[in-house]
């Protein structure tokens, strides 16, 4: 039994409404720029059918600009519950934006308030509008003037340690017609250093009545359910910890559900989805979708004797044959591993593990 299991009210096993879209998990899968395309989204998909997923965040400059819409836009009409993620200072553009992420399908706009990288930022974008609340509450109103679905956003806790401002931010999100929020429990200085300050999460969700999405530090079970213990929140969003590992959604989901562990995924496994993960891409971007693979395959390659070996050799494929025969050949040296050393003691495998991730 997980630590704070009991002290989790029912709602976590129920739906969450967020405006007018009622969602089934109160577990969603993070924007993640580079990662959470239609290929990654497709298997996060398969073991989380009913959680809410995000397209990588998407310029509204540059949409306005475009006499055709980019490929980070493209969702596949299957994948619902979906949300199209949009960035910009511009409360026109991104009202604009927004009606084309409606035609294109998607359940609920959401506005990236927090990136915290320097091109985003010196544009006006990200977590810049934390210093901006005015412009930002202006931008929410002029999204939610706009469509007919939930404007969301997602933002962090303020700039910097002596600029903690999440409280009156996020209360002026929702007065401006935001229908949820999601807080990344770090400052923009702290970009993904350091914890999560999980405590100012509970205070937002202290001061709004909009639901209130978690988001930091959240890259097991036992780490979300310790989260919403602490914050109260009316559910998690994971982020990180999904990268190489498209299981962690699912698995936190079925829990909320059922008080129940799913069996985690075996190297083998991972290592099996890791090609399909290939494979997806190639189909999808050509060789830019193998030049992209090369960071995913080298996330799935951990936890197994001959880790790090694999690793140095994926992030330097260059077609999908180079990385199938670097998996294929971790898959039979992990199956003839295992078989060689069934009599070993789960401790002494664990320290053989180590030495070789």
């Given at each position: ?150 404007v969301t956003v997602k933002t962090r806790i303020g700039w910097d340690d002596a600029e903690i401002t999440i409280l009156d931010f996020a209360k002026r ?48 079970v036992e780490a979300a359910i310790a989260c919403l213990v602490q914050t109260g929140a009316d559910g998690v969003m994971c982020s990180r910890g999904t ?115």
């Amino acid at each position: 039994m997980i630590s704070g299991l009991s002290k989790l009210p029912q709602k976590y096993a129920e739906p969450l409404t967020v405006g007018n879209v009622i969602l089934k998990s109160r577990v969603l899968q993070s924007p993640l720029s580079g990662v959470t395309d239609l290929v990654f989204r497709r298997l996060v998909r398969r073991y989380a059918p009913d959680s809410m997923l995000y397209t990588e965040m998407i310029s509204a400059t540059d949409l306005h600009h475009r006499s055709a819409l980019p490929k980070l836009m493209e969702i596949d009409r299957h994948e619902t519950p979906i949300s199209i993620q949009l960035f910009d200072c511009r409360p026109d553009f991104l009202a604009e934006a927004a009606q084309k992420a409606v035609a294109e399908g998607a359940d609920t706009v959401d506005i990236n308030m927090g990136c915290p990288v320097n091109k985003i930022t010196k544009k006006g974008g990200g977590s810049s509008l934390l210093r901006q609340p005015e412009l930002a509450a202006q931008i929410v109103r002029s999204v939610v003037g706009a469509v007919d679905i939930p404007v969301t956003v997602k933002t962090r806790i303020g700039w910097d340690d002596a600029e903690i401002t999440i409280l009156d931010f996020a209360k002026r999100m929702e007065d401006a017609g935001a229908k949820m929020i999601t807080v990344h429990a770090r400052t923009r200085s702290q970009g993904y250093t350091g914890n999560a300050k999980w405590e100012w999460i509970r205070k937002v969700k202290e001061v709004l009545t909009i639901p209130v999405i978690a988001n930091g530090d959240i890259f097991s079970v036992e780490a979300a359910i310790a989260c919403l213990v602490q914050t109260g929140a009316d559910g998690v969003m994971c982020s990180r910890g999904t990268l190489g590992y498209p299981f962690l959604v699912g698995e936190v989901d079925h829990f909320l559900k059922t008080g129940e562990y799913l069996p985690k995924p075996t190297a083998i496994k991972c290592l099996q989805v890791a090609k399909e993960h290939l494979q997806g891409l190639w189909d999808y971007k050509g060789i830019r979708g193998i030049r992209q693979s090369r960071k995913h395959m080298t996330w799935y390659a951990k936890g197994f004797v001959g880790a790090a070996a694999l690793r140095d050799r994926l992030c330097r494929i260059e077609s999908v044959q180079d990385g199938f025969d670097c998996l294929d050949a971790a898959i039979e040296q992990i199956a003839n591993f295992q078989g060689e050393f069934q009599a070993i003691s789960p401790e002494d495998m664990a320290e053989m593990i180590a030495m070789q991730q």
